[in-house]
């Protein structure tokens, strides 16, 4: 499998979806922006688009277009609280290097 979840980040969609009452699962993609060229994208998903690869995780659908693919292939997908914070973190093996506020990132 292409991408995987911990359990926190699985646990945490299935709450955000279960919350919005609908939805497939989770959309993981890149675009393109900040000073090292890539940034992650996260979205809810209610229907498929062409192209779409769909990985399932602790029964969390994970869906990813063919182009992000390349770049996400082999990515864990985290929930992390450090103090007041928290929020998704992705750990990609592809990553290469980071802009100096963690926004973007280089393959």
Not at 30 to 54: H, I, N, P, R, W
């Amino acid at each position: 499998m292409a991408i995987s979840l911990t359990e926190s980040a699985a646990d945490r969609v299935k709450t955000f979806l279960a919350n919005r009452g609908k939805g497939l699962g989770l959309r993981l993609g890149v675009k393109t922006t900040g000073c090292s060229g890539l940034a992650y994208v996260l979205e809810f998903v209610d229907e498929l688009q062409e192209g779409d690869e769909v990985f399932e995780d602790k029964d969390v659908k994970v869906i990813i277009d063919a182009k992000s693919l390349v770049y996400l292939d082999g990515t864990q997908l985290d929930f992390v609280k450090n103090g007041l914070n928290e929020g998704f973190e992705f750990k990609n093996p592809n990553q290469k290097d980071e802009c100096g506020c963690g926004e973007s990132f280089t393959v």
